[in-house]
Every structure is written in C-alpha cells, then in structure tokens.
C-alpha cells in the first residue's frame, strides 16, 4: 500500500478501530507483550496504532512507539496521558522505512499487524534490524496468505480491496524473511483460528 492510502484507510479506521480490529488482534498483542515482559531493556513498537498494547507492558521497560497516522497516534497519546502510563517514553509520528533512531538503539524491536499494511515491507525490516542491538530480538505479529484451501481463495479474492480494508489479504511471509541480518528462532499460529502467525527472529 502506498502512504497516501494507508493514511486515509487508518484516519477512516481511527474512531472504531479499538472495537474492532482491536477485539481481533487482541489474543497476538498479548502473547507478544508477555514475550517482550520476559526480556529487558528498550523496546519499540513500530506501528503502535491506538496504544492497545502500551497499557500491558510492565513498568520496568522503557518503551517507545510510532505511528504514521497522526489519528491512530493522537489516540495512543490520549491513553499515555489519561492511564499515566509511565513507562511509555516517547510517541512520534513517523514511517517505518526511516526509522529517526541511532543503530542498535533498541533491546527489543516489535511490529503486530504492520507489515501487510506498509509500502516496501522488505525495506521496514530492514530498519526494525538496524534499530536492533545484536543479540536482540524482533517480533512480528501479522496476517500471512495461505498456500491453499477455501480461505487461501478468500484471500486472493479480497486482495483487490487491499487500499480500502487496509491491509493486504494475499501478503506472503517470504516478504518478512529476506532481511539477512535477521534468523528465525520461532514460528507459531495464533488465534482466532490460526488467522495469525507469531515470529521471533534474533538480531545476528
């Protein structure tokens, strides 16, 4: 998707998406939090939308969030202010292709529902890698297409409407994979339905 229509799909999504998108992506958020509350140090939420999971990371993190739609943001900024959420260091507007951080700025780098809706998802992993210290881990929690079966069909039927869901139905986890800078460590299924898939790859 190209910038122009992820900002106008994500300001038409803004007012209702915590009550649905949200409700959907609520079980991968939380397995990725409770992940990332094993581990320490800086963490970065590429893509952190209405804030949902900013109120579920533990207190000791440093955690820092960006977004390029300035409505999801606003909301995110809303939910750090009124819940006084301490811990969430910084919200800035900004596209995840140029990440405005230091090399090896963060301990842990995470993007939950991202990369699907992202213009060039090779180059943004590219990023999340370099904004990792080595040693490091990223996660990526996402939607990936089917190699067959009924619901591999619906995919590509839905995939023509990529710039008004907001999302691409048919996105190919071979895109997320290419970063060489990256190994997978882990690779699972995440409800509903094995709908989404959790990834765990280590800096090298």
Known sequence: MELDAVGSSYRRWAPVYDGTFGLITRPGRRRAVEYINGRAGAVLEVGVGTGLSLRDYKPDLQVTGIDF????LAKA??????????????????????????????????????????????????EMARVCKPGGEVLIINHFARQSGFLAMLERAFAPFANALGWHSDFKIDRVLGCDALEVVEQRTL??????????????
């Open 191 to 204: 409800p509903p339905l094995g709908m989404f898939t959790f990834l765990r790859l280590r800096r090298r």
């Open 77 to 126: 900024q809303a939910k750090v202010r009124d819940e006084k959420l301490a811990h969430v260091v910084e919200l800035r507007q900004m596209d995840a292709r140029t990440l405005d951080f230091e090399t090896a700025a963060f301990d842990t780098v995470v993007a939950m529902y991202l990369v699907s809706v992202v213009p060039e998802p090779e180059r943004v992993m590219e």
């Open 69 to 72: 739609s300035h409505e999801m």
